[in-house]
């Protein structure tokens, strides 16, 4: 079993800057793949970027946010730039065996998720 949890998320306004993080616990942390997914009220969730041995970004965050890893911390970050109202959301990290890959089924564990709001 792997238990992850989200913090970092809060209130910013447009063009602002918020740095998630994702600290994980349990089964050997350096072997997953790491991902982070978003939800909008009223709308499927959502792949943003994934890391493994490289990493990988949804075409709408691309250039504005970046996804690190720190093994040794058993941490994920996501850094989250230029931020737009459209990327309010709750943030989830997700843990794969699978690579990164932008489907949520594939993903075996789950974070509860933090809020990020940007306002106009």
């Known amino acids: 079993q792997v238990q992850l949890v989200e913090s970092g998320g809060g209130l910013v306004q447009a063009g602002g800057s918020l740095r998630l993080s994702c600290v994980a616990s349990?089964?050997?942390?350096?072997?997953?793949?790491m991902g982070w997914f978003r939800q909008a009220p009223g709308k499927e969730r959502e792949f943003v970027g994934g890391?493994?041995?490289?990493?990988y970004y949804a075409d709408s965050v691309k250039g504005r946010f970046t996804i690190s890893r720190d093994n040794t911390k058993n941490t994920v970050y996501l850094q989250l730039n230029s931020l737009e109202p459209e990327d309010t959301a709750v943030y989830y990290c997700?843990?794969?065996?699978?690579?990164?890959?932008?489907?949520?089924?594939?993903?075996?564990?789950w974070g509860q998720g933090t809020q990020v709001t940007v306002s106009s």
């Open positions: 997700a843990a794969s065996q699978r690579g990164v890959t932008t489907k949520t089924y594939e993903y075996d564990y």
């Open positions: 349990g089964r050997t942390f350096s072997s997953y793949a």
């Open positions: 890391v493994a041995w490289y990493t």
